[in-house]
């Protein structure tokens, strides 16, 4: 099992970045997936995550509105897409998976999977 996270880059506040979870040796339908961020000095925090099959999807307060996220079950990968970013989105961001049958997902419960973070620098 694996995930691989990419498309972490330098951006200009306002700007945008699709990140990337390109996952391989399970069925992406049948997990969820969260993404979680973890800037210097701070804890790290949920992003988003969505049930399997993407059939429901949960946003931190922080970037709903500005963050998408969404799978695509024929390339088995993940992305967030992540419009007007602020310097406060400037972190290392991690993709993790668990299958799971639950109608919802959360940023507390266990992700058995995580992939290597990809690092997004927001510069004024």
């Known amino acids: 099992v694996q995930l691989q996270a990419s498309g972490g880059g330098l951006v200009q506040t306002g700007g945008s970045l699709r990140l990337s979870c390109q996952t391989s040796g399970f069925t992406l339908d049948y997990h969820q997936i969260a993404w979680f961020r973890q800037a210097p000095g701070k804890e790290r925090e949920g992003v988003a995550c969505t049930t399997k099959f993407g059939a429901s999807i949960h946003y931190a307060d922080s970037v709903k509105g500005r963050f998408t996220i969404s799978r695509d079950s024929d390339k088995n990968t993940a992305y967030p897409q992540m419009n007007s970013l602020q310097a406060e989105d400037t972190a290392t961001y991690y993709c993790?998976?668990?299958?799971?049958?639950?109608?919802?997902?959360?940023?507390?419960?266990?992700?058995?999977?995580w992939g290597q973070g990809t690092q997004v620098t927001v510069s004024s």
């Open positions: 993790a998976a668990h299958w799971g049958a639950s109608d919802t997902c959360t940023f507390t419960q266990y992700y058995g999977f």
